[in-house]
């Protein structure tokens, strides 16, 4: 069974597994993290003007139908190998879902919700951090997740440029044709999204239903 | 007292005044019912008071300051402002969303718990069972009552309500105006109602601004205009059946003979209005009908030609 001799290989190998395995974790993280610096306020921005809102979603739109191997190529030429580009890379990724999310989960409160705030009298910055946010946390989580599925995925081919992570036992075991060092990354790389699928999932659900 | 002093407003582009150089008092503790066809005008006036628009020339005064050189956040903390879809704070508790404008104005907690028991009391929903309640939770009523309820939550001098009961079902609507218009009574504002309805202008409003095309067209108490529409567009705006609407503001007390105590015939009760005697009149071919006084003894007479004449 090669998923069995996949296991071994990690029992038998541990520190090159978690190194590897953490610094896929690592670049996914710090790629959302700036993606989500970037992507929030933009999108927070961009959301009050209709014309703003009509560009940023289209740009985002096409953005995102750009393939993840595409965009990560694109990187080396620009920044050469390693980490930087890489984490580059996975930011132009992860942006647009972030902003398009966050973009939809501003425009669609309810036009009176936001009448009535003004017409009491509140401020510009408490409308938008009493109201606004709040009010668009659920969609901006599933922004996240699916910016955070798209990462973990897009990271896989970090590998190809040298960014490391759990892509390079995939790289190693198709060079040497050696199947269950293939598996050692494509599992966890699935069992990192199926997680993250599902955490989200639950977390959106549990701040929706108070609604 | 608001006083709108030559106001005009043009929306760019549109080629035409929405407001057309309007003059207006509403004196303290009135309600003003300002009514009009769509486009008329009545929300855009409205909306000066506050500043939520900007008028393009003339004042808006608010207890003699023109409001122009006010703080608008200021100014607003202090207008209670009730809107048709009520716009309560979805993600919020009840009680979070009454202490909306205390929160604002920086009230001590025990300050504000109290006001938001008194205020729910106020609007006939009980605190105990709403107060941990989200509005997703509530009906149509019960939400408005809840926007009223936070309108009013600082004690504002002065409210301002576009069409309040323009979401809720027909029945409830009823109701809700006459628990409304006891509520408004009972803490005296200064309000200011837009509506198109005009059974819901008449039975709200001690005077009623009709408008057109941002004009003012007249003012008046409901009786007054019922009697002498300004124009042809308010007398077919009132409709035929204005007489009739009349004879609501008049009660029997008013008109009835109390010389005149016939025997044991159909009666009907003092506090009544002319509309609901001249119908029980016809309904019952009748020539009159005996008044009975809140004791139920008889105190007057009330004749067919005693409704007729009052309605001239």
């Avoid at chain 2, 080629?15 to 008092?25: F, K, P, Q, S």
């Avoid at chain 2, 109602?193 to 059974?199: A, F, G, M, Q």
């Amino acid at each position: 069974m090669i998923l069995v001799e996949a296991f071994n290989w990690i029992l038998a190998n541990p520190g090159t597994f978690f190194s590897a395995f953490n610094r896929h974790v690592l670049m996914c993280v710090i790629s959302l993290g700036i993606a989500l610096v970037i992507a929030m306020p933009l999108g927070l921005v961009v959301a009050r003007s209709p014309r703003a809102a009509f560009v940023a979603i289209n740009v985002a739109g096409s953005l995102r139908s750009i393939p993840s191997l595409a965009i990560l190529s694109a990187a080396m030429p620009f920044l050469g190998i390693g980490l930087l580009p890489s984490v580059v890379a996975l930011v132009v990724l992860a942006v647009p879902p972030l902003l398009l999310n966050t973009v939809v989960g501003i425009r669609e409160i309810d036009p009176s919700v936001l009448d009535a705030a003004n017409g009491m009298g509140m401020a510009r910055r408490d409308i938008r951090w009493q109201i606004e946010i709040p009010l668009a946390v659920p969609s901006i989580l599933a922004g996240v997740r699916t910016s955070a599925i798209q990462v973990i995925g897009g990271a896989a081919l970090a590998s190809f440029i040298g960014g490391g992570g759990l892509g390079d036992f995939i790289n190693a075991g198709i060079a040497i044709m050696n199947m269950p060092r293939l598996l050692v990354g494509a599992v966890p790389i699935a069992l990192l999204a199926i997680l993250t699928e599902v955490l989200f999932g639950w977390i959106e659900r549990s701040v929706t239903t108070r609604r | 007292m608001i006083r709108l002093d030559h106001v005009t407003k043009n929306y760019e582009g549109s080629g035409r005044h929405a407001v057309d150089n309007l003059d207006l008092v509403i004196e303290t503790g009135t309600t003003v019912a300002m009514i009009g066809p769509s486009g008329c005008g009545k929300t855009t006036t409205m909306r000066m008071i506050n500043r939520l628009e900007t008028p393009t020339s003339g004042r808006v005064l608010v207890n003699g300051r023109d409001v122009a050189e006010t703080d608008p956040q200021e100014l607003r903390r202090h207008i209670g402002y009730v809107i048709q879809q009520v716009g309560l704070f979805p993600h919020m508790t009840i009680e979070r969303n009454i202490a909306t404008v205390p929160r604002l104005l920086g009230w001590d907690k025990a300050r504000t718990n109290r006001r938001i028991d008194e205020l729910l009391d106020l609007v006939g929903l009980d605190p105990a069972v709403m107060r941990r309640r989200f509005p997703h939770e509530l009906s149509g009523g019960q939400r408005q009552r809840v926007g009223f309820a936070r309108a009013l939550a600082a004690d504002p001098e002065i409210m301002l309500m576009d069409e309040p009961f323009g979401a809720i079902d027909p029945i409830t609507r009823v109701r809700v105006q006459d628990e409304f218009r006891q509520i408004l009574k009972k803490v005296r504002k200064t309000v200011v109602i837009v509506t198109h309805d005009l059974d819901e202008a008449i039975k709200m409003g001690d005077r009623i601004a009709i408008m057109r095309d941002g004009r003012l067209l007249q003012y008046d108490t409901p009786a007054a205009l019922l009697a002498r529409p300004a124009d042809d567009f308010v007398a077919s705006f009132l409709g035929l059946d204005r007489a009739i609407k009349r004879l609501n503001l008049i009660t029997v007390e008013e008109i009835m003979d109390r010389g005149h105590v016939p025997g044991p015939v159909p009666s009907i009760a003092a506090e009544a209005s002319l509309q609901h005697a001249l119908a029980r009149l016809l309904a019952d071919d009748l020539p009159g009908l005996a008044v009975t006084g809140t004791d139920g003894s008889f105190v007057g007479y009330v004749s067919r030609e005693a409704i007729f004449s009052a309605q001239r």
